[in-house]
């Protein structure tokens, strides 16, 4: 398979998580019926938590969750049930509310005051769950990304060290603007993966998505998720009308 870029413009937000929503459900049956499981890795922030709530909702009985098994691409040094928590956010608008074994669940352990022990034991629970070796990259069937205003993605902000990360499927990231360090895929893991969709929503997106997607001489490390590109996978950008408001008109159809 090669890779493709897709970018989706939908008219409102509530289109743009209904378009996401056919996709995960799209992946699921595609990766079920051809390899028996689904393996998703779930972004934070706010964005998705829409996406969420209307698979728990749509998708309850429909999905077949017991062979779905859960990740995050990205994770706060907080615990899980911290506000900042993206297991607890993804938690309460979908994974409490389906019928999802917990063994289905693999969350970041990021109580570990460690934030690089705890990136080092996420990334053998990979290596364990896709049994693969140290240096192998397992490709996950989906994962989920958003866009910080900063062209940020998972946790790989600019200039940071992660950037760099050539080896390790997740590794601690020091945010400096935030005082903190975050855990987070690395980029040779998401671009493994046999799809990547990002979900970018809103008009303080815009400047940033223009970067990525059109503007040559942004500097990659600058806007990392302009480092996102699956080698043997599909990318699909699913952006609504705002945050794709500095596009030029031939980028992206509905
Ligand atoms: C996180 C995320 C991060 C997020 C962007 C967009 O932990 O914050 O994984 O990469 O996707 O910051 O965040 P919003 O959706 O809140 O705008």
Redesign the pocket.
Known sequence: MTSSTEIRILTTPQELFAAAAEEVIRATTDAVSNRGRFTIAL??????KNLFNLLATNARTSLPWDQMFFFW????HVPPTDPDS?YRMANEAMLSKIPVPAANIFRVPAENPDATAAAQAYDETLQKFFQSKPGEFPRFDLIL????PDG????LFPETAALEEKSRLVVANRVEKFKTD?ITFTLPLLNAARSVAFLVSGTD?AAALHAVLEDATAPATHYPAKLVHPGLGKLTWFLDKAAASELSTATGKA
């Open positions: 972004s934070g922030g706010s964005t998705p691409s990205d994770e706060r993206n990304l958003g866009l910080g940020h993605t998972a946790s975050r997106k």
